[in-house]
C-alpha cells in the first residue's frame, strides 16, 4: 500500500515539472489537492485499510498531501512571477531528494579485509583461472587419480579446447599455488583469493559454489612455527584481539604435516553450544607444510626449500564471524540481509 504511495509522489513530482503556466497550475490543483482530487479520494478510502498499517499509511498519506501542498506553493510563487521556463531547482528551499548509497557486498568486504591484513606482511595477490585443467587441480597437488574428490560426483568436469586434456570448474583455490611455483623462484608469499566449485547438494550449510583464500609461503628454512605465528596474526585482526586459536592434526594429499586452525566459540566461549557442537571450538581453516612431492612438480628442491600454505573458505568464516543461519542468505541479494553489514 505505501509502495503505491511513493508511485503518486514520484507522479506528482513528474507533473511538477511540466507545469509552465497559470493553466496547468489550476490543472494540478484539479487534480491532487481539489475536493474532488485524488488525495481526498485516498483519504477517504483510510477505512478501508486494513487496522494493522492504518496507522503507517495514514502517516505516509499526510506527508504525500503536504508535498503536493508545497509544489503547489512553490509553483504558484513562480508562475505569479513571471517565469515559466526553467526547472524548480532553483528554490533551494525544496527538501532535497534521497538517495540510497549503495555498498559493498558482505563477500566483498571480507575478501578486502583478509587481502589487507596478508598484503601487511608481505603477501602478494595473484588470481588464477576458474577454468582448470585436472593437472593443475589435482595431479600437480599430489592428488592421485584414485582419490575420492576427482570422483564426477564432487566436480564439475567440462570439456576444453585440448581434446586430450580434462577440464574443471576448480574445486579450490590451490592450483593457483602450482601456477605460481610454475612461474618464480623462492621466495614466494601470495594468496589466492577466488571462487572454487564443488557438485555439492545446495543445504543451509553447502553451495555448489564458493569463495576460498589460499595462502602459499615458500622460501628457505620455512618453519611449521611461522605457519602458526602468521595464521594466529590473521585470526586475531580478523576475529579480535582475544579471540584464542588452537591446531589440531589433519590430512592433505598436498601438505605435510597437516592441520586445521580453529577458533574459539563466540556464542558460547568455549563453553560449548548447539553452533560448536558443544567443543567449545570452531573450525576455520586447513594448513600444512608444502609436501616435498609438490616441490617435484614445480622443481623445486626440496632438500633446499620449504613452505607453507592455508586455505579458508570465506562463506563458512563469515557464518562463524556473524553467526549467520544459512549460507544462501549470501546469493539471495535480500536487502534486509545485506544492509546489516
Ligand atoms: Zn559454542
Redesign the pocket.
Given at each position: 500500500m505505501i509502495d503505491n504511495l511513493e508511485k503518486f509522489k514520484k507522479e506528482i513530482e513528474e507533473k511538477a515539472s511540466q507545469i509552465t503556466s497559470p493553466e496547468a497550475l489550476e490543472e494540478f490543483r484539479l487534480y491532487y489537492l481539489s475536493r474532488k482530487g485524488l488525495l481526498n479520494d485516498l483519504f477517504e478510502n483510510l477505512k478501508n485499510i486494513d487496522k494493522s498499517i492504518k496507522g503507517s499509511y495514514g502517516k505516509a498519506l499526510n506527508d504525500l498531501k503536504n508535498f503536493a501542498i508545497e509544489i503547489f506553493e512553490v509553483k504558484s510563487k513562480y508562475i505569479s512571477k513571471g517565469k515559466t521556463k526553467g526547472s524548480m531547482i532553483d528554490d533551494y528551499t525544496l527538501p532535497g531528494k534521497t538517495f540510497n548509497t549503495g555498498s559493498k557486498h558482505l563477500l566483498t568486504q571480507a575478501l578486502e579485509d583478509i587481502t589487507k591484513i596478508f598484503e601487511r606482511i608481505g603477501f602478494k595477490v595473484y588470481e588464477g583461472p576458474e577454468i582448470e585443467d585436472e593437472y593443475h587441480n589435482f595431479d600437480a597437488l599430489n592428488t592421485p587419480d584414485y582419490h575420492p574428490s576427482r570422483d564426477m560426483q564432487d566436480t564439475f568436469y567440462i570439456s576444453g579446447k585440448d581434446k586430450d586434456k580434462k577440464y574443471l570448474l576448480r574445486t579450490h583455490t590451490s592450483p593457483g599455488q602450482i601456477r605460481v611455483m610454475e612461474n618464480q623462484q623462492p621466495p614466494v608469499r601470495v594468496i589466492v583469493p577466488g571462487k572454487s566449485y564443488r557438485n555439492e547438494a545446495i543445504s543451509s550449510r553447502s553451495l555448489s559454489m564458493f569463495h576460498q583464500v589460499e595462502g602459499l609461503y615458500v622460501d628457505k628454512n620455512v618453519t611449521f612455527r611461522e605457519l602458526k605465528g602468521t595464521l594466529d596474526f590473521f585470526a586475531k585482526e580478523f576475529f579480535g584481539k582475544d579471540i584464542k586459536t588452537r591446531l589440531r592434526p589433519s590430512f592433505f594429499p598436498f601438505t605435510e604435516p597437516s592441520g586445521e586452525m580453529d577458533v574459539e566459540?563466540?556464542?558460547?566461549k568455549?563453553?560449548?553450544?548447539?553452533?560448536?557442537k558443544?567443543?567449545?571450538w570452531?573450525e576455520i581453516l586447513g594448513c600444512g607444510m608444502v609436501d616435498p612431492d609438490v616441490f617435484k612438480f614445480v622443481n623445486y628442491d626440496p632438500e633446499v626449500y620449504s613452505g607453507f600454505a592455508f586455505g579458508m573458505g570465506i562463506e563458512r568464516t563469515l557464518l562463524i564471524r556473524h553467526g549467520i543461519p544459512d549460507i544462501r542468505m549470501f546469493y539471495e541479494n535480500d536487502v534486509r540481509f545485506l544492509k546489516q553489514f
Open positions: 566459540c563466540f556464542l558460547c568455549s563453553k560449548g553450544c548447539r553452533i560448536c558443544y567443543t567449545g570452531l
